[in-house]
């Protein structure tokens, strides 16, 4: 299809607002968009030695082509946009200029719609259009649409989304007794390590972590806060999603004491979310040695552009052996889609992720006595299944991954390991000076996110990609064989069993 001289971007096709489109925005609004230019060559080869690469030889071997870059804003300068970041080694052009000018660059129509939280938000439908002299060397164009692309994977004690101000609950764990209990190694703490945290929403006080910690008797670790195209550590109630950032800082910080924490605050839009990520994984300045992410979103929500370029972001860090931990989603094997289908959680599915599922945890002392899936309800239990998108990667390829339930596709399977997240047997926080209990697979991406800055001390090397490692070597992890995610009416999802499962990978990390 094409329109003048252009022609469509390849998976940038994305389906209509399904709420009421009100009318158009305002054409002289200013607007910042995201163009994710090609690499200068393949990274597939390197991924395949397993070899791990310093920022400034990644930027000359892997990042975009000043040629490249030039012509993607030559293009853009005809229509009046103006450059406002290029940065080769994220492979990213930032342009802002008015919606109408936008729409007349990239041969789109915006509008604006309610979202279901009552927001205003910008819209499109159909495809992106680009010069087809600049087919190759585009791969992606994120923020002309800001509609909200994932959610937070915290499960409060109440199990309805919602945060319950009670932690009074026999079985709930702090993150250092949890640690003690799955035996991670004492004695290392991540000093030399910094964990990047990616939030979509929300904010920390200081004051509360000051106080948590020191109700835990350890040191605060260091915690800073980088704004990402304008999002704000913006703390607000207890109800919010400050119950997400509080949890992901506090579950990281307590098992990590020593790394260093970096909170990468975004908008919860398809460039934030990019945006923050490729900062993160090539902020030169901090140097990340592993990423956790609790946001995401079924595979069918996303625009393909959206699931490979998210991807590519992932084999760079990768490449500069960086860890990326992702939550595996909360709402069982049908993720929250309506419709009793089945659906993983992406980017937890992508290849190059450690995907974390949720277990339900119980032990006397410091010994566990029994540990099953996760699974209170069709809306509390452990995502997990088979993508429909990444096909089956080969450090899986003797995991006995099952085809895809209703494709018969051979995808790649998520989750690839499991942690606590049940919320009855939950993580004991504290969010806007409430103590409480929260659990969800958002809880395991940074337990192992600490866990991976701790090993990376402990070594004097970065983990990295770690996949590979796992799969050929499963005794590293306890494996879990109880329990299911299946659907509400138990006729589709997965079950538990020996080895790699559907439910909680390949297991609970077992010998460090």
């Keep these: ?212 910690f020191k109700g835990l008797g350890i040191k605060k670790p260091s915690v800073k806060a980088i704004s990402v195209d304008g999002g704000k550590n913006k703390p607000s109630t207890a109800d919010s999603a400050d119950g997400e950032v509080m949890l992901d800082i506090e579950v990281a910080g307590a098992v990590a004491t020593g790394a260093k924490i970096v909170v990468y605050f975004c908008p919860n839009t398809d460039k934030g979310f990019l945006d923050a990520i490729t900062k993160a994984v090539h902020d030169g300045t901090h140097k990340p040695s592993v990423v956790s992410i609790s946001w995401g979103g079924a595979e069918v929500a996303w625009t393909a552009q959206s699931l490979n370029t998210y991807n590519e972001a992932f084999k760079g860090a990768a490449a500069l052996g960086v860890t990326i931990c992702a939550a595996a989603g909360d709402n069982g094997s049908s993720d929250g889609i309506k419709g009793g289908d089945v659906h993983v959680d992406f980017p937890a599915s992508s290849p190059y992720v450690l995907a974390c599922g949720g277990t339900s945890l119980k032990a006397n002392g410091n010994t566990i006595t029994s540990e099953t899936v996760w699974h209170d309800s069709v809306n509390s239990a452990t995502g997990g299944g088979v993508s429909n998108v990444f096909p089956l990667p080969d450090y899986q390829k003797n995991a006995n991954v099952p085809k895809a339930i209703g494709t018969n596709n051979d995808g790649r399977g998520v989750p690839d390991v499991a942690g606590n997240a049940d919320p009855n047997t939950g993580y004991v926080v504290l969010v806007d000076g409430q103590q409480m209990v929260i659990g969800g697979t958002s809880a395991v991406a940074p337990l192992y996110a600490g866990l991976i800055a701790c090993l990376n001390q402990q070594s004097s090397k970065w983990a990295g990609f770690i996949n590979p490692k796992l799969y050929a070597n499963p005794s590293l992890c306890r494996d879990i064989t109880s329990g299911n995610n299946r659907t509400a009416d138990g006729n589709k999802g997965y079950d538990a069993g020996a080895g790699w499962d559907a439910c909680t990978g390949l297991g609970v990390f077992n010998k460090l």
Excluded: C, W
């Design 1 to 212: 299809m094409k329109t003048l001289d252009k022609v469509a971007l390849a998976g940038s096709y994305k389906k209509a607002h399904m709420g009421e489109t009100t009318a158009k925005v305002n054409r002289r609004q200013f607007i910042d968009v995201t163009v994710r230019v090609r690499r200068k060559k393949s990274i597939e080869a390197h991924l395949g030695e397993g070899k791990q690469i310093g920022h400034a030889d990644y930027e000359k071997e892997f990042g975009s082509s000043q040629k490249d870059v030039d012509q993607v804003e030559a293009f853009a300068h005809q229509y009046k946009l103006k450059t406002v970041e290029v940065s080769l080694p994220r492979r990213s052009v930032i342009l802002r200029g008015s919606v109408a000018n936008m729409e007349a660059a990239f041969g789109v129509s915006l509008a604006k719609a309610v979202d279901s939280h009552g927001d205003d938000i910008r819209v499109r439908k159909g495809d992106i259009f680009i010069p087809e002299s600049l087919s190759d060397i585009i791969e992606g164009v994120f923020g002309l649409d800001n509609r909200k692309v994932a959610r937070p994977m915290f499960k409060a004690l109440d199990g309805q989304g919602g945060i319950s101000p009670s932690a009074k609950v026999s079985n709930s764990f702090t993150p250092t007794r949890l640690a003690q209990i799955y035996g991670f190694p004492t004695g290392f703490n991540g000093k030399g390590q910094t964990i990047a945290i990616i939030e979509l929403g929300g904010g920390y006080r200081t004051k509360d972590l000051t106080a948590y």
